[in-house]
């Protein structure tokens, strides 16, 4: 079993809906990353906390410590916003990043 | 545009072959990385360097020969590989261990 669990592994939508993925770890960690994949390879870091709540743009990501789960939000969805979304983690004292599988999300127009 | 580029993008090479990825970033940061994405798996950290000194080795084959000559430039050497080593090697850049990493496009590696 991965450490790092995310859900669901696909997720099809219409441009305009509000889309959640979930990520859920089984291990102490000192931050959560949330990281967006296009097609093609490239991936670029949305965000990184530790507590509570980031914003940016149409995306948010929360994260829950007692529970062990973060979620990432986009609101307005639009088809450019169709890419692969990571959850990795870090742990406290290693400089090693622990990923989930993705969530392939596909937004029609 | 991450600030991170690696080259070649694409590479195609047989078993007895040696080549090199280049991974250099120019966001004056020290610590680099370098990743291997296979098809269906989680990204799998492979080696770490900060301030130039190799801290992470993830129990890589030798086949794999890591090089970072300054805090810019970063290499993998690659010396018979197997076709199971095909997939998409990123490299990344941060500050320092521990912050936000930014990543390379990847250079998506075929080996016959």
């Not at chain 2, 078993?15 to 090199?20: E, G, I, L």
């Not at chain 2, 360097?49 to 084959?61: A, I, K, W």
């Amino acid at each position: 079993k991965n450490e790092v669990e995310q859900s669901p592994q696909n997720l099809t939508a219409q441009e305009g809906e509000f889309i959640t993925i979930n990520c859920s770890y089984s291990v102490g960690i000192s931050a959560l990353h949330w990281l967006q994949q296009h097609p093609g390879g490239g991936i670029v870091s949305l965000f990184m906390l530790s507590s509570g709540k980031k914003k940016h743009g149409r995306l948010i990501a929360t994260i829950n410590i007692q529970e062990k789960h973060s979620s990432l939000h986009i609101t307005a969805s639009h088809p450019r916003d169709s890419a692969v979304y990571i959850c990795a983690v870090s742990q406290g004292g290693s400089e090693k990043l622990v990923f989930g599988k993705g969530t392939k999300l596909t937004v029609n127009p | 545009e991450t600030g991170v580029t690696q080259t070649p993008r694409h590479l195609v090479m047989g078993m007895t072959n040696k080549k090199s990825l280049k991974c250099e970033q120019h966001l004056g940061h020290n610590a680099m990385y370098w990743y291997k994405q296979s098809a269906k798996k989680p990204l799998e950290l492979m080696f770490v360097y900060s301030l130039e000194e190799r801290v992470e080795n993830n129990s890589v084959p030798s086949r794999f020969s890591p090089e970072c000559p300054n805090s810019s430039h970063l290499f993998l050497h690659l010396h018979t590989l197997q076709p199971e080593d095909s997939a998409l090697y990123l490299c990344a850049s941060s500050r320092s261990i521990q912050e936000t990493q930014y990543f390379g496009p990847g250079t998506r590696l075929l080996v016959l």
